[in-house]
């Protein structure tokens, strides 16, 4: 099959807004909703080890920081400048020739931002490595929260246990 391209979609949950981004150089629509283009700034991850247990996975994405100063309207800027710790973030790479709607997903991960280290080296390029844990990792974490008998009520209306 001539002309199989192979490209990373990403989306950023933010409290108002959702950054998208995609390994291209052209805006796109996909699945109803625009991709901006970071093109060679935004290595994806190798492979994206998927398991069918509860234990956390780690991916690293990679982008080339340099030009985020460039103008206003940088998606790298606008990651940084939010609060961008915990947000949940979705990771597809899909398969397509022309059009990624029809496309095949290979891989459609959920997971949570942890760490956003920077690195800077003389005449190389800064290089921001996004650290995202699996999605798994929230049902492990522990709530902090007081039960009271009407948030209890909430879940079972019918449970007198606090009464």
Do not use: C
Request: glycine fraction near 6%; hydrophobic fraction near 35%.
């Amino acid at each position: 099959m001539t002309g199989l391209k192979s490209r990373w979609f990403v989306e950023i949950f933010f409290d108002g807004e959702t950054v998208r981004f995609w390994n291209d150089f052209e805006p796109i629509i996909y699945d109803g909703q625009t991709f901006q283009p970071l093109g060679d700034r935004f290595t994806p991850p190798d492979k994206i080890k998927l398991t069918a247990t509860l234990k956390s996975e780690t991916v690293k994405l990679k982008f080339d920081a340099s030009r985020q100063l460039d103008n206003g309207n940088d998606i790298l800027a606008d990651i940084l400048d939010s609060n961008w710790r915990n947000r949940q973030i979705r990771i597809r790479n899909i398969f397509y020739t022309t059009d990624p709607d029809s496309g095949d997903v290979i891989s459609n991960v959920y997971g949570r931002i942890r760490n956003l280290p920077g690195s800077l080296a003389v005449k190389r390029n800064p290089i921001i490595e996004m650290e995202i844990e699996s999605g798994s990792l929230t049902y492990l974490e522990r709530r902090m929260q007081t039960r009271t008998a009407e948030n209890q009520k909430i879940v079972f209306a019918d449970d007198r246990g606090f009464d």
